[in-house]
C-alpha cells in the first residue's frame, strides 16, 4: 500500500507536532517512522516494498501518508513521488526563515553536525554559517524549493502552512489541514494545546561539555542500539519502540535547556538580506503578507 498524502517539510517549522496530532485523528495513519526519506534516497528501483511496510497496517484510513523534511530540498523527491503517486496530497510548513537557520543549527549541534568534515563541530553559530553557508541556508529557500514542486504538481495538491499560526491558531491550522487530507477537520487532536513544548522554544545544550556528551551518546545510541534493531525488526517495529520508549526526550532533559541564547544582531540582519529575494517570490506566490519575517 501507497500512502496518498506527503509531509514535505521544512524542518524546525513545527513539523513534528503535526506528526503527532495528525497520527491521532482516528481517519488518519501516519507512518510511525517520521523522515523516511524514501524518495530522497540515492536509487530506490526494487525497493518499493521496503517502503510501503511503513504502511502495512494502515488498515481502511482515509488518509495515509508520512513526514519526511528533507524532501522539500530533495532533488529527486518530486519526480518520484510524481511518478509513483501523481494523485498525492501535499503539505509543508514554512517558519521565519532566519529564526529556521538558528533552530537548524542548535539540531545539527545535537547531532555533531553529522560530523560532515570529520574536523569536529563549529563552536558558535557564525562559525557554522562561515563553514556550511550553503548547508544551513539551503532548508530556508523556500520560494525556490516549492518551484521545483510546483513543476510537477498543481498547486491546488500543495497546502501551505506558516509556523506563525501553529503557533497562534493551532486549531484552525489542524482544522484546515484535516480538511484538506478529506478526513474530519472537527476532530479534536489530543496535542493540540500541547504546541508551547514541540513547537516554540527548541532546546540548546546545558554547557558546552554537556552538548559534547549529548552528540557522543547519540551516536553510540544509532549505531549499537537502532541500526542493529531496525536490521531485526524492520524499520517501522524499530520506530515505534524508539518512540515508546521516549529516548530523544530523555536525553533532552538531561543534556538540554529550553530556548536558544539570543542571536548576534549583525548575524540576523545579514541573513534577512539574504532571505530578501525568497520571501518576497513566496509573498507572490502565497498571497501572505510577511513583512514581519523582514523586521
Not at 546545558?206 to 542500539?225: D, E
Request: aromatic fraction near 12%; charged fraction near 25%; proline fraction near 6%.
Amino acid at each position: 500500500m501507497l500512502p496518498n498524502f506527503m509531509g514535505i517539510g521544512a524542518p524546525k517549522a513545527g513539523t513534528t507536532w503535526l506528526f503527532k496530532c495528525l497520527s491521532e485523528h482516528p481517519e488518519v495513519f501516519v507512518a510511525a517512522r517520521k523522515e523516511t526519506n524514501f524518495f530522497d534516497y540515492a536509487a530506490i528501483d526494487g525497493r518499493m516494498g521496503e517502503y510501503e511496510e511503513h504502511f502495512a497496517t494502515a488498515g481502511d484510513a482515509r488518509a495515509i501518508g508520512e513526514v519526511s523534511t528533507r524532501y522539500l530540498t530533495s532533488a529527486r523527491a518530486p519526480e518520484r513521488i510524481k511518478q509513483y503517486i501523481p494523485g498525492a496530497r501535499l503539505f509543508v510548513s514554512l517558519r521565519n526563515p532566519v529564526d529556521q537557520v538558528y533552530s537548524h543549527y542548535w539540531h545539527l549541534s545535537r547531532q555533531n553536525f553529522h560530523q560532515w568534515n570529520g574536523d569536529g563541530a563549529p563552536r558558535t553559530f557564525e562559525e557554522a554559517l562561515e563553514r556550511y553557508e550553503n548547508r544551513l541556508l539551503e532548508p530556508s529557500l523556500y520560494y525556490s524549493h516549492l518551484q521545483r514542486w510546483l513543476d510537477c504538481f498543481d498547486r491546488s495538491q500543495l497546502h501551505i502552512i506558516f509556523y506563525d499560526d501553529i503557533r497562534d491558531r493551532p486549531g484552525e491550522v489542524l482544522m484546515t489541514l484535516f480538511e484538506f487530507l478529506g478526513v474530519d477537520p472537527q476532530f479534536q487532536a489530543p496535542s493540540t494545546t500541547e504546541k508551547g513544548a514541540a513547537v516554540r522554544q527548541g532546546t540548546s545544550p546545558r554547557s558546552p561539555r554537556l552538548g559534547a556528551l549529548h552528540s557522543l551518546v547519540y551516536a553510540n545510541l544509532n549505531r549499537r542500539v537502532y541500526l542493529p534493531l531496525k536490521g531485526a525488526v524492520g524499520p517501522r517495529i524499530a520506530e515505534e519502540v524508539k518512540n515508546a520508549l521516549h529516548i530523544r526526550e530523555v536525553m533532552e532533559s538531561i543534556f538540554h535547556r529550553k530556548g536558544y541564547p539570543v542571536m548576534q544582531p549583525r548575524t540576523r540582519a545579514r541573513l534577512r538580506s539574504q532571505f530578501k529575494e525568497e520571501i518576497r517570490g513566496l509573498e507572490n506566490l502565497t498571497g501572505r503578507d510577511l513583512s514581519a519575517w523582514r523586521v
